[in-house]
Each structure stands twice: as C-alpha cells, then as structure tokens.
Nanobody, 123 residues
Framework: QVQLVESGGGLVQAGGSLRLSCAAS??????????MGWYRQAPGKQRELVAT???????NYIDSVKGRFSISRDNAKNTVYLQMNSLKPEDTGVYYC???????????????WGQGTLVTVSS
C-alpha cells in the first residue's frame, strides 16, 4: 500500500506563495500508480478537486486556480508538488494529496490519501 505525506502548508498573506509537497512511498512513475492530484477542503465545505496530474503528464485545474497554481512532479524524489501563487483568502483550507493506486497490474485502482496540510491565507 502506498503512503502519501504532504508538507509545505502554513500561514501566508494574500498575494503570497506556497509550495506544497507530496512524498510517495513508492515510485510515482510505477505502472501501479495512476493519476495524482491535490484536493482541498475549506471550513464548512466539501472537499474539492484542485489539480490533477496524469501519468502521461496531462494537467487539469479548477477554474478558480488556473493561472495561479501549478502541479508538477519530481520522479527521482517520488514527489508531486503544488505551486500556489497569488494566493487569496478563499484558497484557505486543508490540502490533501491523492493518488490512484493498484496493487497489481490486474487490480482495480483504489484512491489513497495523505493526512493533509493546512493552508491559511490572511487578507
């Protein structure tokens, strides 16, 4: 079973930047890892998808972060990043790393989650 550990959250003023990291316990380019992504959950709201990175490199973002956030990976470090620029108070929330993982090539993908890292953007 893969484990995901997030880091990089914190308190930042509006307009500032943060880079979140998600370290995986297995090679992220493994044939058993599918897409990876970042979700966030604001206080009192449902968890929402922020950005995804497919194995082939295709990225997708929700409209509210396009042009400000960037998802990327370092295969050598088995780490996925979320670079967040021009942060706004509405970006505040707990950010979770997510990965599709299967134990064998013939297994179905399951979703794996990290423990989350808190991002607070002050106005």
């Amino acid at each position: 079973q893969v484990q995901l550990v997030e880091s990089g959250g914190g308190l930042v003023q509006a307009g500032g930047s943060l880079r979140l990291s998600c370290a995986a316990s297995v090679p992220i380019m493994s044939i058993n890892i599918g897409a990876m992504g970042w979700y966030r959950q604001a206080p009192g709201k449902q968890r929402e998808l922020v950005a995804t990175l497919a194995q082939g490199g295709t990225t997708n973002y929700i409209d509210s972060v396009k042009g400000r956030f960037s998802i990327s990976r370092d295969n050598a470090k088995n780490t996925v990043y979320l670079q967040m620029n021009s942060l706004k108070p509405e970006d505040t929330g707990v950010y979770y790393c997510n990965a599709e993982y299967r134990q064998t090539y013939y297994s179905r993908y399951l979703e794996v989650w990290g423990q989350g890292t808190l991002v607070t953007v002050s106005s």
